[in-house]
Nanobody, 119 residues
Framework: QVHLVESGGGLVQAGESLRLSCTAS????????MGWYRQAPGKQRELVAI???????DYADSVKGRFTISRDTAKNTVYLQMNSLKPEDTAVYYC?????????????WGQGTQVTVSS
């Protein structure tokens, strides 16, 4: 069983910063990637940022230059530093993990954390 625990969401004003954290626990043999997706009301879930086992990263165009993803491999933790937040960043942010557990590769999702940016 694999569990993802997220923290760090909240309500901020435009231009401010937030840092999200997500820690994976359980029977994880190997991690391929960890990242963050978000879903705004009435919209599809979209990739925000991802970091792979080799350290490479990808970002949504809308957050490049403002958000930074990082990780602590020893703690199975991924972070998302969000700077210069905009109202359009308002969404539920979900942690994502692709890992080898229980004899196969699986995708796992956190419960989501709300980020609200007021103008």
């Amino acid at each position: 069983q694999v569990h993802l625990v997220e923290s760090g969401g909240g309500l901020v004003q435009a231009g401010e910063s937030l840092r999200l954290s997500c820690t994976a626990s359980g029977s994880i043999f190997s991690i391929n990637s960890m990242g963050w997706y978000r879903q705004a009301p009435g919209k599809q879930r979209e990739l925000v940022a991802i970091i792979r086992s080799g350290g490479s990263t990808d970002y949504a165009d809308s957050v490049k230059g403002r958000f930074t993803i990082s990780r602590d491999t020893a703690k199975n933790t991924v972070y998302l530093q969000m700077n210069s937040l905009k109202p359009e960043d308002t969404a539920v942010y979900y942690c994502y993990l692709y890992a080898f557990s229980g004899g196969r590769w699986n995708a796992y999702w956190g419960q989501g954390t709300q980020v609200t940016v007021s103008s």
